[in-house]
């Protein structure tokens, strides 16, 4: 048997070989990320996640549905019926009709941010601002917490405003809406497939972007979170007074990533 002592192993390796062995290492941490996805075939991807009830407030409702569809046999279909009663300081009315996402359910626990989510969005829902001194409408296409509590204490949102752009809300800390960037001059398109793509770091010195079929629509700085993804949820989420619409998800992808 030839035995090889460790200070000669450098010499001894070829340059080809130290780079076989490099690669294989770097594909191994890339291995070692996490992602969830989903296109809405089964509602067994959500097996052990918290669903809101069909019928919430008996105004919104939701499904697996074949009517429109971006990928596959079905997207995830959800819909208002009428409006609610205006949320109060005790009672909180807003529109709700998806299935959560609780990856701290998971094996691995809550993912570890940066992450790329991407997905696509088919929405029919007019938006309208409000003339009463109350709530302009908005409509939430993603929710984020690093919370994993039933609370969702502290959230991460990207909305659209009733002038029917795309923003982040809750931004740099719950309550507040200050952008690094915010488009003016890019609305948002309806009753067509949209693609979503949301960088998400909740880490320190944390921000997130948001890019509409591939141009970036809300870039804000994040504080006050912990760095972690514990759940997200899609769907229908919305402010209480809107009558009707529907909305369709497809294509849903969570992944951990080592950043931009």
């Not at 790329?116 to 709530?135: R, S």
């Amino acid at each position: 048997m030839l035995w090889i002592k460790p200070q000669h192993v450098k010499s001894i390796l070829s340059p080809f070989l130290i780079v076989v062995l490099l690669c294989t290492s770097c594909r191994k941490d890339e291995e070692e990320k996490r992602a969830f996805e989903t296109s809405f075939e089964s509602i067994a991807d959500f097996d052990g996640f918290y669903i809101t009830p069909q019928g919430y407030l008996n105004t919104c409702f939701h499904e697996l549905s074949d009517s429109i569809v971006f990928n596959g046999n079905f997207s995830h279909k959800a819909w208002i019926t009428g409006p609610n009663a205006p949320s109060t300081a005790i009672q909180n009315n807003n529109h709700r009709a998806y299935p959560t996402i609780q990856l701290y359910k998971t094996d691995g626990g809550s993912f570890t941010t940066p992450c790329y989510i991407t997905f696509k969005v088919w929405l029919d829902m007019a938006l309208q601002a409000d003339t009463a001194g109350g709530e302009n409408d908005w409509f939430s296409l993603a929710t984020f917490s690093c919370d994993e509590s039933d609370n969702w204490s502290r959230t991460v949102l990207v909305n659209l405003n009733q002038e029917g752009y795309i923003h982040l809300m809750h931004v740099p800390l719950q309550g507040q809406q200050e952008h690094v960037f915010q488009t003016s001059s890019i609305p948002f398109p309806q009753r067509e497939w949209v693609e979503i793509k949301i960088y998400l770091d909740l880490g320190e010195n944390g921000y997130a972007k948001v890019w509409q079929n591939g141009l970036l629509v809300s870039w804000a700085n994040v504080e006050g979170v912990d760095n972690k993804l514990a759940q997200a949820h899609f769907g229908l989420y919305c402010s209480p007074e809107i009558a009707a619409g529907v909305v369709y998800n497809d294509d849903l992808t969570i992944e951990e990533v080592d950043g931009e």
